[in-house]
């Protein structure tokens, strides 16, 4: 891809987020990992007590020409609530808060129409809480966090969070689905 961009996206817990994204078409080199805190390589043990200011999220490139930022974005704000405030159905925290890290200016741009537009179509119910803040060190999680719906699809988590985000995604956005 010559045109890759970079984009980091926060919305939950990232087993959920990844699972979602690895499945678009343009998208590739999904990891799992910890942004948006204040100390540097933060394991997961500690990013969980919500002591490092780390939300859990996902770092992808991307290639526009196949799958634009704003067409990610709608899928994001689709696949989890963005009107919770560091929630995402049980987990709690603000490790799992909604969040969209910008690495441009126009990704910044594009994120605050996105959320403009959804607010002004009522959307959703309640006012969206999700942050647009400067993406800043992305920290990978441990290996065993790694593509971990696609190897544990038998595991309640899977089956009751991460089943229906999978649902929703190939009933709303089947025509962005790789092949």
Same mark, same amino acid.
């Given at each position: 891809?010559?045109?890759? $961009?970079?984009?980091?996206?926060?919305?939950?817990?990232?087993?959920? %987020?990844?699972?979602?994204?690895?499945? +678009?078409?343009?998208?590739?080199?999904?990891?799992?990992?910890? %942004?948006?805190?204040? &100390?540097?390589? !933060? !394991?997961?043990?500690?990013?969980?007590?919500?002591?490092?200011?780390?939300? $859990?999220? &996902?770092? *992808?490139?991307?290639? !526009?020409?196949?799958? =634009? *930022?704003?067409? +990610? +974005?709608?899928?994001?704000? =689709? %696949?989890?609530?963005?009107?919770?405030?560091?929630?995402? #159905?049980?987990?709690?925290?603000?490790?799992?808060?909604?969040?969209?890290?910008?690495?441009?200016?126009?990704?910044?741009? &594009?994120? $605050?129409?996105?959320?403009?537009?959804?607010?002004?179509?009522?959307? *959703? #119910?309640?006012? @969206?809480?999700?942050?647009? %803040?400067?993406?800043?060190?992305?920290?990978?999680?441990?290996? $065993?966090?790694?593509?971990?719906?696609?190897?544990?699809?038998? #595991?309640?988590?899977?089956?009751?969070? @991460?089943? !229906? /985000? &999978? /649902?929703?995604?190939?009933?709303?956005?089947?025509?962005? +689905? /790789? #092949?």
């Amino acid at each position: 891809m010559k045109n890759e $961009e970079l984009a980091t996206l926060a919305a939950g817990c990232f087993w959920c %987020t990844e699972a979602v994204f690895q499945r +678009l078409e343009g998208v590739s080199d999904v990891k799992s990992g910890f %942004t948006g805190g204040f &100390i540097k390589n !933060p !394991p997961y043990r500690e990013v969980v007590t919500g002591r490092t200011g780390h939300a $859990e999220g &996902i770092q *992808f490139t991307f290639d !526009p020409e196949i799958i =634009s *930022f704003q067409e +990610l +974005l709608l899928i994001f704000f =689709s %696949t989890h609530d963005p009107t919770t405030l560091n929630r995402q #159905q049980n987990d709690k925290g603000t490790q799992y808060r909604s969040a969209i890290f910008y690495h441009s200016e126009a990704q910044k741009r &594009i994120a $605050e129409q996105v959320i403009a537009e959804l607010e002004n179509q009522e959307v *959703f #119910q309640d006012p @969206i809480v999700t942050e647009v %803040t400067e993406a800043s060190a992305f920290y990978e999680a441990e290996a $065993e966090h790694y593509d971990f719906y696609n190897q544990n699809r038998e #595991q309640p988590y899977c089956q009751y969070i @991460i089943d !229906p /985000k &999978i /649902k929703k995604l190939n009933a709303l956005f089947a025509e962005k +689905l /790789k #092949q």
